[in-house]
């Protein structure tokens, strides 16, 4: 295990490493802006070494497990799919819709082959939902140094637990590939993930949670939820009340809470009372697993709940400051 995990988090950071070379050297700069959380030029694209170490690692065990290699198959190219438009993106911005297009051509990879592979419609439409839904979730909160990166780290840990014999290693991938790239993301951004890494990353933790549903229950498979909190509610509730308020939704903004308060606070506190958070909801997972499914399925409610409440807490204090 700690071979596969030490190779897949060095040749992320070898990749990592060459990304921003190539950055640098084809000028691909995020500069400054009021719709930007940092202030100084820094190169993106370095998700794609997160990407690459992932289809090394899918196609790997689609060759150590024939019988999976058709779903490993339809993992990949649907990850291959997103990270290709999110690659093509950071060298010329495209229209979101395109994205969105191909992001959903991706989830209907995915979840076409869980349906024709393993005949579970439910879990087939969940993983078509969650795959677009993901991809756009991680794009909207990659915006501080470290905190996509390490939130994927942490949830990919969590699913390692429930992928079985097989997709805990996909899982284990995912872990090691962010922990390869995060040295040159946080505390200090060297370069930015890009959107071919933070879609295709949201991507990934949308397929590995489908993959391994295959073998659980709907109840066990909700509580794969659970890690996501975070995330999902920041991007949500922010998404929610944009609409709300009339505003161009998809456009880029300064407006989730991870931005409001990484502006008072600085990227590094958020990014680890973001970790702390995650953290904690994989140790009450850890710490719950002999007891009723109701009591976990209302403990991951509450922790909903409480995401939810500090979002409101953190968009109030910035009210309150302006």
Known sequence: MWAWIGMHAALAA????????????????????ERRSHSVATPRGGGIAIVIALLVATLSLALKFPAYAGLASAFGIGLLLVAAIGWVDDHRPLSPWLRLAVHVLAAAVLAAGIWLLRG???????????????????????????????????????????????????????????????????????????DVGSGAIGYAVAGLGALAATGLDAWHAALMLIPLAAFMVDSSLTLLRRVRRGERWWTPHTQHAYQVWARRAGHVRVTLAYAIFTLLSLVSLHLVTEVRIGFMLCMGGGWYISAAFFWWLIQRTERSAT
């Open 14 to 33: 070898a990749g990592t490493w060459l990304a921003r070379a190539y950055a640098l050297r084809s000028r691909l700069i995020d500069q400054p802006g």
């Open 120 to 194: 579970e419609a439910w879990v087939a439409l969940a993983a078509f939902v969650f795959a677009v839904g993901l991809t756009n979730v991680w794009n909207f909160m990659d915006g501080i140094n470290g905190l996509a990166a390490s939130q994927a780290a942490l949830v990919a840990l969590a699913l390692a637990g429930f992928g079985g014999p097989v997709w805990s290693w996909l899982a284990l991938a995912l872990l090691a590939a962010c922990v390869g790239f995060l040295p040159f993301n946080f505390p200090r951004a060297r370069i930015f993930m890009g």
